[in-house]
């Protein structure tokens, strides 16, 4: 009888163990060899960050910066858990009204003070007053500090958005002995020279508009990390100058590139790598925006006509190359909450027309019904433009003539949606993480107001506010997930914006780099475990 | 005497075309749809509405236009312009920190492009039919006919992709830690393509124009004289010449200084060069008031002293103006 076999269970499970462990143990190790310290690494951007602090200012152009130079309390990883960070302990309660975050013995801000729950508490209540994400911490009434590391966010509502407010990007830890000066936090000095943080990099330039250069901070939290020496982030506005730079090997990461001809040409580069991950946080979804307050579109027959009479799938796979997935729902396709039961509406030319015919609005001699201006997103052509051009002419097959007017600026695009000095208009939306950040703003019939990315289509359906209130106030991912269900069901129903495509961000990478962000908010994470091989 | 009173009145009129200009640019910019405070929404990816009147209240804008000019200029007799409401930075340090990129590269742009230009029309100047002088002709025609975008972009493809010889983009390598003599090769390095691109329009302009007036002095009754005095061509052509037809393209220099500085917007947009010219083209599309106006009147003053300097250029270089 084989020896094996006369091994009781126990030890046996035993033996397997110890194997396994040793076997995680050696591709630990091997993993450690592979890893290469040192170097340094330059991420190229279009995008300009105002300033170093994401506490008081949102977005990815700051966000990049800002989650290397602040820690915060927790992190996420590629499938929306949380993650330890600053706080290697925490725990939500039943009700949903408090979060304790304990937070990591011996951490230290770059000028080597200790990170204390006085801190936490002090860029919680900051961020709250400051950043332009209003309902994020909205419910936040105060922050106990019942010792140094402990940090007790008390909320006046259960809040199911607040441990995702934790991520890098949106809750950066400040120091308070610097921050609480009593100067305007919006506008302190510190934002954009000498910036202390407790994060992975420490800064050494910062050039407004022209580049960012940081250096591994050696007292960093996490032990051995980070691995790259120094990070420079470029920042050039020309995406066709960033991809010539990565081509030539002087770039070795550029984010949030959309551009079809770019991704195309350079998916043949053996020496780099393009991935669709790492912007499942952000969210980004591309909507054909109506302004309901006009006729004809404030007739729902209309706006069903011109959503059947769009191709989505000409936008997707001909004029953005395939690489922006269809969207037909108001909660982007990563998130939990998405669902797919929605109202659609599949191409046909001939029943559009047909459904303007029932409508009343019947063409006229020269085959019009009606003319319709269409506005779009200053932002990258490929995104906005031509899929607004696209949109004229396939309206006018149904007899509706389109004027597709350009916005020579963002100032002037924000302006029309802000006065409702619009019809249509084709802009991207990102939903933020969670719904209660970036989706509600833009339905809930509370938030009409004259002001880019709110409710700027005066939408109002009670049903709907309801849904979206009940949806952010309690904490059990499955009922909340089905009165968002519900709310998508609606709002794909009455269109107050019709999806056309989820925004194909790619990060384009050398292969040189091991260990490029992937998580669910991408390069506006920390770049500890980053390295160059 | 007469001199302190001719200074002083070219100052006085300098000061009110400079105050004149910043009035004007004020109610120009202005008048431009959206406000600083809808940018940074637009980058913050949406802002609540409190926020945003708390930020519009900060810099002011609630007050109504003649008001927040009042306030503007009394900033600017002091010598203060603003904060930079997009960077947060005071706008007098982001201007001091790009004024440098784009003396480097207008200076460069013009000063080759006269120095070149000038020499080639001498030399077309010296044989108008010969092979040279038909060459130079069609270069120039091309140079001033060429979009200055367009060749800035032509000439990125070419060297990015073709022949991967010069940096295409920015002012140094990126992982340069500034300083030395390595430093200042790399910042040359680096200068060639965008001083090429600005300086070529202005080269075909000097080259046409220092041909014309050559051909124009070569005619002339001294120039005859001094042949007929035995003196040998490289001294009629270089030293009597040549200094009497610098005249029209000096005063063409300073007068196009102007022009020169708005062709870098262009250009320094083209290869990313980190100078005024993109800081103000960014600055308009933010609506970052305070950057804008402290860029026009940081232009304004450049222009107002560079047609001082022409003048008194123009009196060196030509004793009759001085005389009368």
Redesign the interface.
């Known amino acids: 009888m084989p020896q094996a076999l006369t091994q009781s269970p126990k030890s046996s499970r035993l033996r397997t163990a110890m194997l396994v462990g040793l076997a995680c143990l050696a591709s630990a190790h091997a993993f450690a060899q592979d890893i290469k310290r040192g170097g ?1 690494l ?1 991420l190229g951007s279009t ?2 960050a ?2 170093l602090n994401g506490a008081v ?3 990815a ?1 700051t966000a990049l910066p800002s989650t290397q130079l602040f820690a915060s309390p927790l992190r996420f990883d590629d499938k929306w858990n949380a993650q330890p960070y600053l706080a290697e302990k925490w725990s939500l309660a039943a009700d949903g009204k408090s979060l304790t975050l304990n937070l990591r013995k011996g951490a230290v801000f770059h000028d080597g003070k200790p990170i204390t729950s006085e801190d936490v508490a002090f860029s919680i209540m900051t961020i709250k007053a ?1 950043h ?3 309902s994020m911490m909205g419910p936040v009434e105060k922050v106990e500090t019942p010792d140094p590391l402990t940090a007790i966010i008390r909320m006046n509502v259960p809040h199911p958005a607040i441990v995702l407010a934790m991520s890098p990007a949106l809750c950066p830890i400040l120091p308070k002995h610097i921050y609480g000066d009593g100067q ?1 936090v ?2 302190h000095p510190r ?2 020279v000498d910036v202390v943080g407790s994060g992975p990099f420490r800064l050494v330039e910062f ?5 960012t250069v940081l250096e591994r901070f050696d007292k960093f939290f996490l032990p051995g990390k980070p691995y790259l020496d120094k990070l ?1 982030l ?1 920042i ?3 995406a ?2 960033l991809m ?2 990565l ?2 090997g ?2 070795h990461i550029v984010p949030f590139t959309s551009a079809p001809a770019d991704l195309k040409r350079l998916a043949a580069n053996p020496k780099l790598v393009i991935s669709p991950k790492g912007y499942e946080g952000i969210g980004a979804i591309n909507w054909l925006a109506f302004n309901l307050t006009r006729k004809p579109l404030s007739d729902l027959a209309v706006r069903k006509a011109i959503a059947t009479a769009i191709d989505k799938n000409f936008i997707s796979k001909a004029l953005q190359g395939g690489y922006s997935p269809v969207a037909d729902s108001p909660i982007h396709s990563s998130s939990p909450f998405h669902v797919t039961d929605t109202v659609r509406y599949p191409f046909d030319v001939k029943k559009a027309a047909a459904m303007l015919d029932a409508a009343g609005y019947k063409a006229g001699p020269n085959g019009e019904r009606f003319k319709l201006t269409i506005d779009f997103y200053p932002g990258p052509d490929d995104q906005q433009k031509n899929p607004a051009e696209y949109i004229r002419t396939a309206l006018k097959k149904v007899g509706i003539t389109v004027e597709v007017r350009t916005s020579a ?4 695009w ?3 949606m ?1 006065t409702r000095d619009f019809d249509m208009s084709m802009d991207a939306n ?1 939903n ?1 993480g969670d719904p209660i950040i ?1 989706v509600h ?1 833009t339905y809930l019939s509370t938030n009409i ?6 409710n700027t289509q005066s939408y109002n359906n009670p049903k709907v506010d309801v849904l979206l209130n009940s949806a952010g106030s309690v904490m059990d991912p499955t009922q909340r997930k089905a009165y968002y269900a519900a709310f998508q069901k609606i709002v794909t129903d009455e269109l107050p914006v019709y999806f056309i495509d989820q925004v194909g961000y790619h990060t384009i990478s050398q292969k040189k780099v091991g260990n490029v962000p992937s998580t669910i908010w991408g390069t506006a994470s920390p770049f500890d475990e980053v390295y160059l091989k | 005497m007469r001199f302190f009173r001719q200074l002083l009145s070219r100052v006085l009129q300098a000061l009110a075309l400079v105050l004149a200009v910043v009035v004007l640019n004020f109610i120009l910019v202005h008048a431009a749809p959206g406000d600083p405070v809808e940018t940074i929404a637009g980058v913050s990816g949406g802002m609540s509405p409190e926020l945003m009147a708390q930020l519009r209240l900060q810099y002011g804008l609630d007050k109504p236009l003649y008001v927040q000019l009042a306030v503007y200029m009394g900033k600017v007799l002091s010598g203060d312009l603003g904060y930079s409401y997009f960077f947060n930075l005071p706008v007098a340090s982001l201007i001091g920190e790009r004024v440098p990129a784009t003396l480097l590269l207008v200076l460069g742009a013009v000063l080759s492009a006269f120095v070149m230009g000038t020499t080639l029309g001498v030399l077309s100047a010296r044989k108008p039919n010969g092979v040279l002088s038909q060459f130079i002709t069609v270069l120039s025609m091309v140079g001033f006919a060429a979009p200055v975008f367009w060749m800035g972009i032509m000439l990125v493809i070419l060297f990015a992709s073709v022949f991967p010889i010069l940096p295409v983009a920015g002012m140094r390598s990126i992982d340069s830690s500034g300083g030395g003599i390595a430093d200042v090769l790399d910042v040359l390095h680096h200068l060639v393509l965008p001083t090429f691109t600005l300086g070529l329009v202005y080269l075909a302009q000097y080259s046409r124009l220092s041909r014309a007036a050559m051909l124009d002095v070569l005619g002339a009754d001294f120039i005859r004289t001094a042949r007929a005095k035995g003196l040998a061509d490289r001294v009629v052509l270089y030293k009597h010449a040549l200094r009497n037809a610098l005249l029209p393209v000096v005063t063409v220099l300073g007068l196009q200084f102007g022009n020169v500085m708005a062709g870098a917007i262009l250009v320094e947009t083209v290869f990313n060069w980190p100078g005024l010219g993109r800081l103000a083209f960014e600055s308009v599309l933010r609506r970052d008031y305070p950057t804008i106006l402290g860029v026009l009147l940081f232009a304004s003053i450049v222009v107002v002293v560079m047609n001082q300097v022409t003048d008194m250029v123009y009196r060196l270089i030509d004793p009759r103006i001085n005389a009368q």
Not at chain 1, 409 to 412: A, L, M
Not at chain 1, 449 to 454: E, H, L, S
Request: hydrophobic share 30%.
């Open positions: 340094t330059v995008q300009v105002r300033h200012q949102s977005g152009a400051n332009p994400f209003s305007d919006k506008n934002n954009s050039k407004a508009g022209q580049r420079i470029s050039n506005p020309d066709a100058s010539l730079g081509e030539r002087d770039i600026d963002f100032p002037s924000a302006k029309k802000a990102f933020w970036g703003r107001r004259p002001i880019v990315w709110t």
